[in-house]
């Protein structure tokens, strides 16, 4: 039997589609769809702001955020927002731009946990490794953490 055949043997076809799915808008009556005008004086600026061409960012940007908070589709909203890596458009209460710093943070923590695994691996000591890495031990204690690393037979610092 092939292993699709097995999966699909052993869920619902539902589930199936749900964790398969690479990647699509989020199915549903999104808040956004509809114009509030208590929060945008015209459909057309409530629009632009979630399309990411805010025509006043400071009022538009927190009133969209307001909006997606009430939004029944916030969650499937954000996995569309990592899945697609969409570079524009606000969704799920961040602009393209916050979250392409999150992504931009979250490969810089990727890249320092390789860099922590290394090292932890040729038994230098935490203290160390911090300094060469310009961080504070308490990071490189929690990147062990989460690496699954623990520290017992090495002094804390150097
Ligand atoms: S979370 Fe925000 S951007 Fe996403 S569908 Fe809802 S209102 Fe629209």
Do not use: Y
């Given at each position: 039997m092939e292993p699709h055949d097995e999966i699909e043997n052993r869920l619902p076809p539902d589930a199936l589609f749900w964790a398969m799915e690479p990647f699509g808008p989020p199915l549903g009556e999104a808040?956004?769809?509809?114009?509030?005008p208590k929060r945008f004086p015209t459909m057309r600026e409530q629009q632009a702001a979630f399309d990411g061409?805010?025509?006043?960012p400071e009022r538009d940007i927190p009133q969209a955020r307001a909006m997606c908070c009430t939004c029944p589709l916030l969650e499937g909203c954000r996995r569309y927002a990592q899945d697609s890596r969409d570079e524009h458009v606000f969704l799920a209460g961040e602009t393209a731009e916050e979250r392409r710093k999150k992504w931009r943070k979250a490969g810089e923590i990727v890249k320092r946990r390789r860099r922590v695994a290394e090292l932890y691996a040729l038994n230098v000591p935490t203290a160390i490794i911090a300094r060469s890495l310009g961080q504070a031990e308490r990071s490189i204690r929690s990147d062990l953490r989460e690496l699954g690393k623990g520290r017992s037979h090495l002094p804390p610092t150097a």
């Open positions: 808040a956004c769809s509809m114009w509030d061409e805010p025509t006043v």
